[in-house]
Structure formats: C-alpha cells, structure tokens
C-alpha cells in the first residue's frame, strides 16, 4: 500500500503562485509515477502533471505547461507541484497518485490516490 497526503491548497488571486506538497509513505515507489490529477465541480478529472520516481522524467497536461512544475525530493518522500501565473480555470480539487508504471499520465494506470487538497483563485 501507498499512503498519499496533499497540502498546499487555498485560496488566491488569478497571477498568484501556489505550491502543493504530496507526502508519500508505505512500500517503496522507486519503479512507481507520481503524479498531480485535478477536478473542477462538474467536470472530469484532468491529468496535471507526472514524474517518475526513479529518474524524475516530468510529463505534463497541455492547460499547465510552461506554469507549473512537479518535483520530488526523494530523501523527503515528497513531490511538490509548483504552480505559477494561476488562472480562474485552474481552480480545482488536486489529487496527488501513485501508479506502479512509468509514464502514467492517464487516470486509469494510478492505483493509490490521495484526499485531494483544494485551489481556489479569484479574478
């Protein structure tokens, strides 16, 4: 099992940076992907960004890149999800995962998720 835990999430104005946290814990995810998932009211979950645990190759979703940027700090067990020049629409719920495969970027290869943590920014 992988323990996820988010934090990082509030509230702030459109412009404003952000930066989420993923604590992770339980069997080690050295093969694994982690990866940043986010979910507007109504809407389907959307791939933010990835990166593999072992070599730190970054895969991102089109909205993002060129504003944010996942990192890990392995040492720490955490990946960090730096969000820059926020916009309206990247107000969501964001997950952290987990996927026992490389280049995960869809929802369906994660296996262990995260209770979301939530991003508000106002206009």
């Known amino acids: 099992q992988v323990q996820l835990v988010e934090s990082g999430g509030g509230l702030v104005q459109a412009g404003d940076s952000l930066k989420l946290s993923c604590a992770v814990s339980g069997r080690s995810v050295s093969t694994f992907t982690v990866g940043w998932f986010r979910q507007a009211p109504g809407q389907e979950r959307e791939f933010v960004a990835a990166i593999t645990w072992q070599y730190g190759s970054t895969y991102y979703g089109d909205s993002v890149k060129g504003r944010f940027t996942i990192s890990r700090d392995n040492p720490r067990n955490r990946v960090y999800l730096q969000m820059n020049s926020l916009e309206a629409e990247d107000a969501a719920d964001y997950y952290c995962?987990?996927?026992?495969?490389?280049?995960?970027?869809?929802?369906?290869?994660?296996?262990?998720w995260g209770q979301g943590t939530q991003v508000t920014v106002s206009s």
């Open positions: 995962a987990a996927a026992p495969v490389r280049d995960a970027n869809s929802a369906a290869d994660y296996r262990y």
